[in-house]
């Protein structure tokens, strides 16, 4: 790049609300161009910890084109994904991630254990109230969950996912638990 691009970047990262909200259109957008990935990759975690909601719900965006190329391997972006586990904008907006992560036709139980636990640690409160769009999440997260379950070989993995069941249980999570009774039929 050049100076004077490096410069007009920072200016929209740093900027006004509408600049940062204009900057995380054209990472989600530009995200599975091999030419722009590894700016859009840089960038977007500034973004996942924006102070402003809005910018933060732009910048998770960037997983719905994940969700709309199923066939494009999740695990390439996987450290793209646990930069979003860790910052506010997964509490924010964590369903984009969850469609791309439904849709995949690519098996990921590891990491999908990674996200629903995140899910339950960080968001069991707001998914348990129906006024929230992590009420809706949560219905995804249960399918997920047990979806890794069928999809792990070893006895440790799904002792793992069976902790994490068992957590969204005690959190109150419903959808584990009528997923869990399904499954016990």
Not at 52 to 71: E, G, I, N, Q, T
């Amino acid at each position: 790049t050049h100076a004077s691009e490096d410069a007009l970047v920072e200016a929209a990262m740093t900027g006004t609300v509408e600049a940062r909200r204009g900057a995380a259109a054209v990472a989600q957008s530009n995200l599975l161009d091999a030419r722009f990935r590894p700016w859009c990759e840089r960038e977007l975690p500034r973004l996942f910890a924006d102070e402003d909601h809005d910018v933060k719900v732009a910048s998770a965006h960037c997983f719905w084109l994940l969700y709309k190329h199923p066939d494009v391997p999740l695990a390439d972006y996987w450290k793209l994904i646990e930069a979003f586990l860790v910052s506010p904008a997964f509490t924010a907006e964590p369903s984009h991630l969850f469609h791309a992560l439904d849709e995949t036709r690519t098996q990921l139980p590891e990491q999908v254990l990674d996200i629903c636990e995140t899910f339950a640690d960080r968001c069991a409160a707001e998914a348990r109230d129906i006024r929230t769009g992590l009420s809706a999440d949560e219905i995804t997260v249960g399918k997920l969950v047990f979806r890794a379950y069928a999809q792990i070989k070893s006895p440790a993995g799904q002792l793992r996912a069976m902790g994490v069941i068992d957590k969204m249980c005690l959190e109150g999570m419903d959808s584990a638990g009528k997923h869990l009774s399904e499954f016990e039929r």
